[in-house]
Antibody, heavy 119, light 107 residues
């Protein structure tokens, strides 16, 4: 059974860097794009970006200047860094996958990590 | 960027009734790459429909998706108690991938 398990710091101060990692267990790592999506408390979903197993990235232009994604194929893990956070970045952050060929939407999600930015 | 507008914002219905949720895109969605997700409080979204009308694995047949181009619909024929949740549409035809603002189906 394929699972996404994510972790990272849950409380940040303004201007710090958010750092999250998601581990893929039980399935192929190379057949998918690996995504980060966030959801402010009580609000809708925003796609942050994606990365594939070779490190090719695709970021949302609205966050591109502050986002870096990376991949560690030896551990089947991928990571998100978001620089210079503000209170507006307070959200639940999810990792999720999309099939590389014949995409079917985000068919598997991590459990979510609440990241709060507060001084 | 493709903007997705969902309506209504809230749908108040009773178990056994039919729910019809709408998702309208600001431009044609390539290959009808439109998905629907259900989200319950404290949980991650769950994929229900992809390619506008294909049910994901394990999704009951009372859920159906339809539409193409810019207008899409999710229909729940007979609401069960577990169906009351927020539903989001999402397009994955043109980057950046975008979501609608959600429709809450409440009792």
């Amino acid at each position: 059974q394929v699972q996404l398990q994510q972790w990272g710091a849950g409380l940040l101060k303004p201007s710090e860097t958010l750092s999250l990692t998601c581990a893929v267990s039980g399935g192929s790592f190379s057949s998918f794009y690996w995504n980060w999506i966030r959801q402010p408390p009580g609000k809708g979903l925003e796609w942050i970006g994606e990365i594939d197993h070779s490190g090719i990235t695709n970021y949302n232009p609205s966050l591109k200047s502050r986002v870096t994604m990376s991949v560690d194929t030896s551990k089947n893990q991928f990571s998100l860094k978001l620089r210079s956070v503000t209170a507006a970045d307070t959200s639940v952050y999810y990792c999720a996958r999309v099939q590389h060929w014949l995409p079917r939407g985000f068919d598997l999600w991590g459990q979510g990590t609440l990241v709060t930015v507060s001084s | 960027e493709i903007v997705l507008t969902q309506s209504p914002g809230t749908l108040s219905l009773s178990p056994g009734e039919r729910a019809i949720l709408s998702c309208r895109a600001s431009q044609d969605i390539r290959r009808d790459y439109l998905a629907w997700y259900q989200q319950k409080p404290g949980q991650a979204p769950r994929l229900f429909i992809y390619e506008a009308s294909t049910r994901a694995t394990g999704i009951p047949d009372r859920f159906s998706g339809s539409g193409s181009g810019t207008d899409f619909t999710l229909t729940i024929t007979r609401l069960e108690p577990e169906d009351f949740a927020v539903f989001y549409c999402q397009q994955y035809g043109s980057s950046p991938w975008t979501f609608g603002q959600g429709t809450k189906v409440e009792i």
